[in-house]
């Protein structure tokens, strides 16, 4: 019996995009798409030693009470499985040494970031050396925006990929690094998988809207050096059919949406060197 590609989606606490998250899996190959409530986790009830793909959906965890995804990755960071002395966050570092894949949308980068799974310079991925804070406008931004593809980042999921179109919807989406140095390294390694860009000039961009919240050098996703962990602000999971796209009654389009495919490379990936 041929092996099958495990997809876990996390959910809980103010998640609110773990339904069109598994979708977007089982749409991209996943045999076996389980979404878990981060408390059955946290009670050993499941185990990330058990899939190969870990998705960390969009939502308002915790309200953003303390900052979007703030109370959440404390959570993941320092919780201890019950009836262990494990921690969590000792699960994700050994589902990253293993060579499997992380991906987090939205509220879910803003956890990859506060954890410090990214950007991983170093394969440190217990150190914050980045953030997501409030968007420049001081609103809440729900638009689509274009995006570019770096072609010579490592990120798994942007693989072969350009012209990206998808929808955004957040309050803190600006990325921030704790000095000038570090922006500088993660644009050297290319580790900026994905960037606002200009629909006119298809190149990256500070003007609003087409960047909605002022990132500098545009970034809309950073992966880690591996390319394994990937974090965006914009939603590919919230295009998986042309019905999604805003204009879907004006234009001919695909009848597969463009977030499909991040996905389906992504599982391709573990296909091809997990299973």
């Known amino acids: 019996m041929a092996k099958k590609v495990k997809a876990l989606v996390i959910?809980?606490?103010?998640?609110?995009?773990?339904?069109?998250?598994?979708?977007?899996?089982?749409?991209?190959?996943?045999?076996?798409v389980d979404i878990v409530h981060m408390a059955e986790l946290l009670h050993g009830e499941y185990s990330l030693d058990d899939y190969h793909?870990?998705?960390?959906p969009g939502g308002f965890l915790d309200g953003d009470d303390l900052g979007a995804g703030?109370?959440?990755?404390?959570?993941?960071?320092y919780s201890v499985i019950k009836g262990t002395n494990e921690k969590f966050f000792?699960?994700?570092?050994?589902?990253?040494?293993?060579?499997?894949?992380?991906?987090?949308?939205?509220?879910?980068?803003?956890?990859?970031?506060?954890?410090?799974?990214?950007?991983?310079?170093?394969?440190?991925?217990?150190?914050?050396?980045v953030s997501l804070t409030y968007n420049d406008s001081g609103k809440f931004e729900d638009r689509w925006v274009?995006?570019?593809?770096?072609?010579?980042s490592p990120c798994v999921f942007t693989k072969n990929l350009s012209g990206l179109y998808y929808p955004i919807r957040h309050g803190e989406?600006?990325?921030?690094s704790k000095d000038d140095q570090t922006?500088?390294?993660?644009?050297?390694?290319?580790?900026?998988?994905?960037?606002?860009?200009?629909?006119?000039?298809?190149?990256?961009?500070?003007?609003?809207?087409?960047?909605?919240?002022?990132?500098?050098?545009a970034i809309a996703g950073i992966c880690d050096p591996t390319g394994r962990i990937f974090g965006l602000m914009p939603h590919p999971?919230?295009?998986?059919?042309?019905?999604?796209?805003?204009?879907?009654?004006?234009?001919?389009?695909?009848?597969?949406?463009?977030?499909?495919?991040?996905f389906r490379n992504g599982i391709e990936f573990i296909r091809e060197n997990l299973l």
């Open 11 to 32: 959910t809980g606490y103010g998640t609110n995009c773990e339904t069109e998250m598994a979708h977007a899996c089982k749409l991209g190959g996943a045999e076996q």
């Open 53 to 56: 793909f870990l998705n960390l």
């Open 70 to 77: 703030q109370a959440g990755a404390h959570r993941m960071k």
């Open 90 to 129: 000792e699960q994700i570092v050994r589902f990253i040494k293993h060579g499997k894949l992380i991906l987090g949308v939205c509220n879910g980068f803003q956890l990859l970031v506060k954890m410090g799974l990214l950007p991983g310079l170093d394969k440190n991925y217990d150190q914050r050396i």
């Open 146 to 152: 274009e995006l570019c593809v770096n072609e010579n």
């Open 173 to 176: 989406g600006k990325f921030v």
């Open 183 to 217: 922006l500088t390294r993660i644009q050297d390694e290319n580790l900026v998988a994905l960037q606002y860009a200009n629909p006119e000039t298809n190149g990256p961009t500070q003007e609003y809207p087409h960047n909605p919240n002022g990132s500098p050098a």
């Open 237 to 262: 999971e919230a295009f998986l059919h042309r019905t999604n796209h805003p204009r879907w009654t004006r234009e001919e389009l695909p009848e597969e949406g463009q977030g499909v495919a991040l």
